[in-house]
């Protein structure tokens, strides 16, 4: 082999070996470090934790329905996102300046001075005055922020 043919030979072996040497290796991330593909206990346990506080600190009105008793002529006025149900007694619907409830068993809008029908789910969609008059004794479930009026 000639002098020419060595130095192709060595060059080529050469570079074979750098390609092979920068594609080989996976980018990985150090152990234990964020970007580290495996996931320990320990990891698991801190995130599980963060995600527990983030649920318990939650804001917002209350979780479960409220039981509210009203008397005639008293008035129920919701926040937004506020959600009523009728379970006795009867009720009319008191609307904003956009529209009234939103009844979201019959699908469709409750306008002001209608009748409240009973176990319907209704939404209060914004804040503006919205909610409902009892005509008489009446018994309402209620999740959300709300106040009640004389």
């Known amino acids: 082999m000639n002098k020419m ?4 030979l060595i060059l080529a072996t050469v570079t074979v070996f750098m390609i092979f040497s920068m594609t080989g290796r996976a980018d990985v991330g150090e152990p234990g470090s964020e ?21 318990n600190s939650g804001t917002g009105g209350s979780v479960s329905p409220e039981i509210v008793n009203l ?3 008293q008035q129920l006025v919701g926040d937004m996102g506020t959600e009523i149900i009728l379970r006795s007694g009867q009720a009319v619907i008191v609307d904003g300046a956009g529209g009234g409830l939103a009844d ?5 809008d409750i306008k002001k001075d209608e009748i409240v029908p009973a176990n319907h789910l209704l939404i209060v969609p914004r804040d503006d005055g919205r909610g409902i008059t009892a005509k008489s004794n009446v018994v309402v479930m209620v999740r959300g922020n709300f106040t009640v009026k004389r």
């Open 5 to 8: 043919g060595k130095i192709f």
């Open 35 to 55: 970007s580290d593909p495996l996931v320990t206990k320990s990891y698991v346990d801190k995130l599980f934790s963060n995600i527990q506080q983030s649920i």
């Open 71 to 73: 008397s005639p002529g």
């Open 104 to 108: 979201v068993t019959a699908g469709k």
